[in-house]
């Protein structure tokens, strides 16, 4: 009477068991973050850091709430780490199956074009007589 399926080595090595637990799931998962969106520049560079991984489906962002939906095979571990490469913070919020309803497109952007976090700081100091004598 077996209690289990694998061989005694795998009981004792493990090595069955981390082979099937490195394997990428090939059903698309719902990646909800949090991220914070500042402008529309923000917004450009998280959707061009996000969409450099393979196997996505789609991305929705959501401006209001500062969060980005992924639906795709993604490691969203992967993606948090690549966000914050990007100097844009991340937070995982859910990991879940997609819904099954297609949602609306809302895309109103009410955003500035560059914030302050974005927009280089350039300091520019004319002085024609710095000398105090003349």
Do not use: Y
Not at 22 to 48: D, F, G, H, Q
Not at 67 to 79: E, F, K, N, R, Y
Not at 86 to 107: F, N, Q, R, T, Y
């Amino acid at each position: 009477m077996r209690a289990t399926s694998m061989s005694k080595c795998c009981i004792f090595c493990g090595c069955c068991v981390t082979a099937m637990t490195s394997a990428r799931p090939s059903v698309p998962e719902k990646i909800v973050l949090k991220v914070s969106i500042l402008c529309s520049k923000c917004k450009v560079c998280i959707l061009t850091t996000i969409s450099k991984f393979e196997g996505i489906v789609s991305i929705a962002v959501d401006v209001e709430k500062s969060t980005v939906t992924i639906v795709g095979v993604v490691d969203a571990v992967l993606i948090v780490k690549a966000l914050r490469k990007a100097k844009k913070p991340a937070e995982i919020v859910s990991v879940g199956e997609p819904d099954k309803k297609k949602e609306e497109k809302k895309d109103p952007c009410k955003l500035l074009p560059c914030c302050n976090a974005c927009r280089p700081v350039i300091l520019w100091q004319d002085e024609p007589n710095i000398c105090t004598i003349c």
